[in-house]
C-alpha cells in the first residue's frame, strides 16, 4: 500500500502524550502498522482466506476495531456466498471516514456497512466471522471477558473468531528477549531508538498485552471448544478461536 510515512516520532516531543487514533494516525497508518507490526500483511490476508472457508449464507461478519479497514477488504474479495455482509466498526472518526472512502473506489459485492462506535457497545448477531486484529488489547482489562462473551453468544454455531494481539510472557528472560526482538524488527524497519522509545511511552497505558494462557482461559471460559495459534512472530500472535 502506498501511503504516507510514518514520521510521528521521530523528533523529541517534550512531553509523551497517551497514543490516539486521530487524523495524524491515520494519515500514516499503513505505513506505520505495517513498519510496527511484525507479519501484519500474512495476518491480513490469512484473515481473507479464513473468511472464505467461514462465511455463510445469511449470515454477518464482523470486523471490530477495522481502523482503515484492511481485513474487510481482505474479507470482502473472498467471500463467496450469497446474503453474507461485513460490518466493520471503529470508534475513530479519522479512521472511518478514511475507510468509507476507500470502499467507493473497492469494486467487490459484499455489502459492508462501516459504523462509528465503541465495539463494546455493538450489538453481534448472526456472526460466521469476527476478527479482532490486534483491538481487544486496547480495550480496558476488566471489560474484556464480558465483551467477548457477547461475541461468543453472536456467533453461529461452527463460527469463527481471529484474535490478533500483542503479548506479553511470564518468563522474565522471555519477555526480555521478545521485546528486544520487536524493536530490532522496528530497527530493521527504519525506525530509530528515538521513535521506538517515545511511541513505546505513548503506548504504555493504552495497549495493555497479556499472555497467551491469559487469553486462552479466557476464551475457553466464555465458551470457545478451541483456541489455537495459527501465527506467531515474536510477541504477535493470532489465534483462531472456534464455537
Ligand atoms: C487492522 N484491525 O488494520 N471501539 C472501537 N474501536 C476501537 C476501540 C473501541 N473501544 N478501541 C480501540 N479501537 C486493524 C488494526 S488498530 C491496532 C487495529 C494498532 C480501534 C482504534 O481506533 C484503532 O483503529 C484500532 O482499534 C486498533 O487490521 O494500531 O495496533
Redesign the pocket.
Known sequence: MNSPKDFLYASPVGEVFAFK?DETVARI?PD??QR??PG?SA??SA?GLLAGRFAREHSVCY?????????TLSMRHQIEVENCRIIA????PA?VTRFQETLQKDQAKVVVDVLC????EVAIEQASVV?????L???PLADRLNFLQKIYNGLLPGGILIL?E?LEFDDERQQELQIKMHHAFKKAQGYSDLEISQKRSALEKV?IPETLIQHQNRLREVGFSSAEVWFQYFNFASIIALK
Open positions: 487514533f497508518f506505520m502498522i510496527s507490526v501484519y495476518i491480513i484473515i470486523d471490530l476495531g477495522c481502523s482503515l479497514g484492511a481485513a466498526v471503529d470508534n475513530s479512521m462506535a465503541d465495539i463494546r476478527v479482532l486484529n490486534f483491538t488489547q486496547f480495550i490478533s500483542k495497549l
